[in-house]
């Protein structure tokens, strides 16, 4: 994929949408595969996406593999974020395309949309990093189900980061990442530690004590990350609670001014109160992006509406 | 939004929350007219508290040189520009808050700042704005001289803004002392507080990806003992304690004395809305009087001439007061003035520490006959 024929397909399809008046219904003559750019633009998901089943194993690790253009490819619009304060008044992010795979065990989601700047580092004040999320729930739920979850029906949630994935690509972003010239006398083990980064197992009683977060046990403030992808469970804005079992992961990358992220998981649910998934079955499902840049982070982002999955049999 | 009761505003305001005000509420007074800026209070609480990587230019406590310094740089003119025009019409605030100020789907007016503009902490210290002129005889200061230095920690207001900005509810306010914390395990480094909070004091750590704040010592508190800041406060500015609403005043309380009863004690920037719970007694020497009211609100007049008339000798019981800091590293909840000496008491009513108004004179002679010694540091 190349930056151009990206934009330039958000411009007609903003041409179209701007003819039609806004909702609209494309037929699908031919499928447009994720990653596939030249098969015209991809069709309004209408509130759905169907999950193709494949054989082989979803290539969860490679946006860019090949079989991702087997999988029919939907373009959902972002909307404005209003139901919780602070606000996102105009999405960030137009729109994003989606598409899935599934091999009956497993579910793989592919996530692309254009971003000119690359946010992946958070260790400055004013650094935010891109992101985004897909929501999973039963078929039956309100519609302020979107944002989260409501209070007695929980969301499952897989949230991609792009710090995480820089972390793991590339080991911690430690202070020096954002201050290079940064000089002190003393710190604890991080300082100097061989990259990437691997904290021992006597850490605790080393360091802990002046890392907060860390000693605190947050999930973000731990330098070992193994998965770009955290498995969170919701029940309405202001809930998000990291799951005990971090299984769901994930790739993305950003190439010529666009993510490609995958994010995956096993049907089986490892946590309690996440949704177990079947072939053959319809879930509730949303999808949320953040542009670091932009300020997003939080509630400051943008969501879809919410929609349906279908999982394809096998 | 609910509607709150702001006494230092004189009036109601909106807030997230219903009014919940702590079984009692964790204080101080610190004496502008005492402090040295000798950033002791500043380093107690670094090494105690934010000695760890990714915290290098965070300052929970910091003492800046008003009107020049400021830490993190330019909050207060940031806060106040953004704020626009303010007002009082005598001790009701006719103007807004940040929380009325806000626009539709914020919670309050804010900024986020950038890494540099902590990198100066003490930044103004006795310094000139700007180079000094060269006039024909001699070299001319670009402003007037005056200049006082400013301890700033958490406020731990009773209205935070941090705490109201959170989408996640991480920062909360103790029932038991008002104290507000945040919850390192919860926050998932958002920084709305960190944009939310007008004094600024509260900070994202660069390694733990997570944002933090003055914890007002809090396992010292729970066992009656002064936070760091206070305890090791060269200058004794610090009165550390409890303080009450308006309608619950303790007039033996020292903090309640100070900011209610003799009303010398002023919160910093009242304007803005959090009924902060740090007080200050406002400098005496300083050239402008529309400045100390900016900072301190209307009462700032009338504090500097209690003040003074306090230390020509004419209140004791005030005098008593501010004897008593930095003088135990209990937390003092009563005292009484009598027989020329002050006495503090804990909580239980047991003495703390007894200590006179003027400290006597004693003249040591020369010659020692018990070691028939000579001394000769009598001078």
């Known amino acids: 994929m190349t930056l151009e024929p990206l934009q330039r397909r958000i411009g007609r399809r903003k041409l179209i949408a701007g003819a039609a008046g806004g909702a609209m219904a494309v037929g699908a003559a031919a499928i447009v595969g994720c990653g596939d750019d030249d098969n015209g633009p991809a069709p309004d998901w209408a509130g759905r996406v169907v999950s193709k089943f494949i054989r082989d194993d979803v290539p969860i690790e490679n946006p860019r593999a090949s079989l991702w253009g087997s999988a029919p490819k939907v373009e959902v619009p972002m909307q404005p974020q209003a139901s919780a304060l602070p606000v996102r008044m105009q999405p960030s992010v137009p729109s994003i395309r989606v598409c899935s795979l599934n091999d009956g065990k497993r579910i793989g989601f592919m996530l692309e949309w254009a971003d000119p700047q690359r946010d992946e580092k958070v260790v400055k004040t004013p650094e935010f990093k891109d992101g985004c999320g897909v929501l999973l729930g039963p078929p039956e739920v309100p519609a302020t189900y979107f944002m989260m979850g409501v209070a007695d029906i929980a969301a499952s949630i897989m949230h991609w980061r792009a710090d995480w994935q820089k972390d793991v690509d590339d080991g911690f972003q430690d202070l020096e990442t954002g201050f290079p010239n940064v000089a002190f006398d003393f710190y604890p083990p991080l300082v100097d530690a061989p990259r990437p980064l691997v904290v021992s197992e006597d850490y605790p009683e080393a360091g802990r004590p002046w890392l907060p977060g860390m000693n605190a046990g947050n999930p973000l403030s731990q330098p070992n990350k193994t998965s770009a992808v955290e498995k969170l469970l919701a029940n309405g804005p202001g809930t998000i609670t990291h799951m005990a079992v971090q299984d769901a992961i994930g790739r993305g990358t950003w190439k010529d001014g666009a993510w490609r992220v995958v994010i995956a998981r096993d049907f089986a649910a490892s946590n309690e109160g996440e949704i177990e998934l079947k072939g053959g079955q319809e879930y509730a499902l949303a999808f949320t992006v953040w542009a670091g840049s932009e300020g997003d982070r939080g509630s400051r982002k943008s969501p879809s509406n919410l929609g349906k999955l279908f999982i394809e049999n096998a | ?379």
Not at chain 2, 179 to 192: A, W
Not at chain 2, 262 to 290: D, F, T
Request: proline residues 7%.
């Open chain 2, 1 to 379: 939004m609910a509607k709150v009761f702001n006494w230092q505003l004189n009036r109601e305001m909106t807030y997230r929350f219903e009014e919940a005000r702590p079984q009692r509420q964790a204080g101080a007074v610190f004496d502008t007219n005492k402090c040295i800026a000798c950033q002791t209070c500043t380093m107690a609480c670094k090494t105690t508290w934010t000695s760890g990587k990714g915290q290098e230019f965070m300052f929970w406590n910091n003492v800046e040189t008003k009107p020049w310094g400021s830490y993190p740089m330019a909050w207060d003119v940031k806060i106040l520009n953004t704020l626009g025009a303010q007002s009082w019409d005598g001790n009701t605030y006719t103007g807004k808050t940040i929380f009325e100020s806000a626009e539709q789907g914020e919670y309050h007016v804010g900024y986020l700042p950038d890494d540099m503009d902590y990198a100066g902490p003490n930044r103004g210290e006795d310094e000139l704005s700007s180079v000094m002129s060269e006039e024909k005889f001699y070299l001319k200061m670009p402003h007037d001289a005056w200049f006082f230095y400013l301890p700033r920690i958490c406020n731990h207001c009773t209205y935070p803004a941090c705490l109201q900005s959170c989408p996640r509810t991480s920062i909360y306010k103790r029932p038991e002392d008002g104290i507000v914390l945040l919850d390192q395990s919860r926050c998932r480094g958002y920084r709305e507080c960190v944009r939310a909070c007008p004094y600024k004091k509260v900070m994202y750590n660069h390694v733990t990806r997570v944002s933090e704040k003055c914890v007002l010592c809090y396992p010292a508190v729970e066992k009656g003992v002064q936070t760091r800041c206070m305890r090791t406060c060269i200058g004794k500015i610090r009165t550390f304690g409890f303080v009450s609403p308006p309608d619950k005043v303790r007039e033996d309380n020292p903090v309640d004395f100070l900011v209610h009863v003799r009303k010398v004690a002023l919160p910093l920037l009242p304007q803005l809305g959090l009924e902060p719970n740090i007080y200050y007694i406002p400098p005496i020497h300083v050239g402008s009087q529309a400045f100390l009211r900016m900072m301190f609100g209307p009462g700032a007049e009338q504090a500097v001439a209690t003040y003074k008339n306090a230390m020509e000798g004419n209140d004791p019981e005030l005098l008593g007061v501010l004897m008593l800091n930095v003088s135990t590293d209990r937390i003092i909840h009563k005292f009484n003035v009598s027989n020329g000496q002050v006495a503090g008491f804990g909580e239980n009513g047991q003495e703390l520490v007894r200590v006179p108004l003027k400290e006597p004179t004693i003249v040591r002679p020369a010659f020692d006959p018990t070691l028939a010694v000579y001394r000769y540091n009598t001078a």
